[in-house]
């Protein structure tokens, strides 16, 4: 899988914004059922994960509070749940920052999560804010067995993008736009019996302020991560939030 998807025979979703237009969306026949969701408390999710287990939903999202704006209160990630898809309930807070100067003592972004063997692995970027400012990113790891109660990995950050050969860490920039490594979303690969994660990071000759490209990294046992290349055809775009599918 992942050698069809760096040629491009895979379907990978991602924001690329701002630089495509806008379109007509062509009429469609109405779904049966739509969902809506209305905010809770005056906030809404942001970046997000979503699982079920039994007959239960779980979100795991960046949790903005309307009344003062999002990524500004950094509590960690909500954890909602839901039996229908319509009404969620907040269970509360998982995976708050650090404290001191850790590598994720500053945020908690954008979850991933996948399942094996009764053991939910979730994947998050860490975010600490250095002498210069800069949102240094990491990618982190957490596990459950019940997605109520999670452990940090001790082996974290699990992907640290500065340790990429061809890739750029501006952990330097005085910008604040930071030391982008985030995003991460993890799918297995029935062919190469191996899980994938993208996200999404720089690489050499890219502009800090705008520019990033999708990137590979790639596991056998969802503790240990290599990186793998990056993707050419998501170059020259403010690539994020990607995720990738077979079809």
Request: proline share 5%; net charge negative; glycine share 6%.
């Amino acid at each position: 899988m992942i050698r069809r998807l760096l040629n491009g025979a895979l379907l990978l979703t991602l924001v690329i914004a701002p630089l495509l237009p806008a379109f007509n969306t062509p009429s469609r026949t109405p779904v049966a059922h739509a969902v809506e969701y209305t905010p809770l408390n005056n906030n809404r999710p942001k970046d997000f994960a979503i699982i079920r287990q039994g007959a239960t939903w779980h979100v795991f999202a960046i949790y903005c509070d309307l009344t003062v704006g999002c990524d500004s209160l950094r509590r960690g990630l909500m954890h909602l749940t839901s039996t229908d898809l319509t009404h969620w309930t907040e269970v509360g807070y998982v995976l708050p920052p650090d404290n001191g100067s850790s590598w994720d003592s500053y945020d908690i972004w954008a979850p991933s999560i996948v399942e094996r063997d009764g053991t939910y692995y979730m994947y998050y970027t860490g975010v600490q804010k250095n002498g210069s400012n800069t949102l240094v990113q990491k990618i982190g790891l957490a596990t459950s067995t019940d997605l109520y109660t999670w452990t940090k990995s001790g082996s974290n950050p699990v992907v640290d993008c500065s340790t990429f050969t061809w890739g750029v860490y501006y952990n330097t920039a005085d910008s604040g736009d930071g030391a982008a490594c985030r995003d991460a979303n993890v799918t297995w690969d029935p062919n190469e019996h191996q899980w994938v994660m993208s996200l999404s990071t720089r690489r050499t000759g890219s502009t800090p302020a705008n520019i990033m490209t999708i990137a590979l990294a790639t596991s056998e046992n969802l503790t240990s991560w290599r990186q793998y290349n990056y993707i050419a055809a998501t170059d020259d775009f403010t690539s994020e939030s990607s995720h990738i599918f077979t079809h």
